[in-house]
């Protein structure tokens, strides 16, 4: 089956832009993690959605950075006024359920602000 | 707060030689502990993983890992390697203090280098 999607694989964009992150979780996934993953580092958690709500946003770094799940499936993340410091690897992952399940990751999405 | 120490950042083994590759955790409870793999440009990949019962874990790929309490310990080992398990191996804790166990905390991951 499919696997979790994540777009664009690769993202350049200026200092000040805003961006768009999109993961699309394995079907019936309930839940769904954000991940950042800089250069030599393991993954850090930004933030995890249960359904539709954010359940935990505690990695989140600043108010430039948001998360939207709608329809409790496809998730965007949004950094708006992008700086250099940004720049990494953006991990989506989804679990059957937010309990001790697995996660499944994506290929990651591999932002780039010059 | 929950961590994970990887002390080797960079491993190099002869293939067909075995493999172990250390993690230590910090964690306030009875923690549940992962091993991912990841490839060049790729995303993570489930190893195997404890969340109770037997210590000795069996994995994917012939991996498995050992929990050890006293030393807290969950250390990664392979009896042959092969080529193709050149990659970063990341070490990872979560557990039900997090709010979920899939709320994970990583390791700074060790990379590894398999010659021929």
């Known amino acids: 089956g499919a696997g979790v999607s994540q777009t664009p694989s690769n993202k350049v964009t200026e200092k000040g832009k805003y961006v768009e992150l999109r993961c699309d979780p394995i079907?019936?996934?309930?839940?769904l993690y954000w991940y950042r993953q800089s250069l030599g580092q393991g993954p850090e958690f930004l933030i995890y959605f249960q359904g539709t709500g954010a359940a935990d946003d505690s990695g989140l770094p600043n108010d430039r950075f948001f998360a939207v799940r709608p329809e409790g499936s496809v998730s965007t993340l949004k950094i708006q006024r992008t700086e250099r410091g940004d720049s990494a690897m953006y991990l989506c992952?989804?679990?059957?359920?937010?309990?001790?399940?697995?996660?499944?990751f994506g290929n990651g999405t591999r932002l780039t602000v010059t | 707060a929950q961590s994970v120490t990887q002390p080797d950042i960079h491993i190099t083994v002869s293939e067909g030689a075995s493999l172990e590759l250390r993690c230590n955790y910090s964690y306030g409870a009875t923690p549940y502990l992962f091993w991912y793999v990841q490839s060049p440009g790729q995303g993570l990949q489930l190893l195997l993983k404890y969340f109770s019962g037997d210590t000795l874990v069996q994995g994917i790929k012939g991996f498995e890992a050992e929990f050890k309490r006293s030393q807290s310990s969950f250390n990664l080992r392979k009896p042959s390697v092969h080529w193709s398990d050149a990659a970063e191996y990341f070490c990872a804790v979560g557990g039900p203090y997090t709010g979920t166990a899939s709320k994970l905390t990583f390791g700074t991951g060790t990379r590894l280098q398999v010659t021929l």
């Open positions: 992952a989804s679990s059957l359920s937010p309990g001790n399940s697995p996660l499944h």
């Open positions: 079907s019936g996934h309930t839940a």
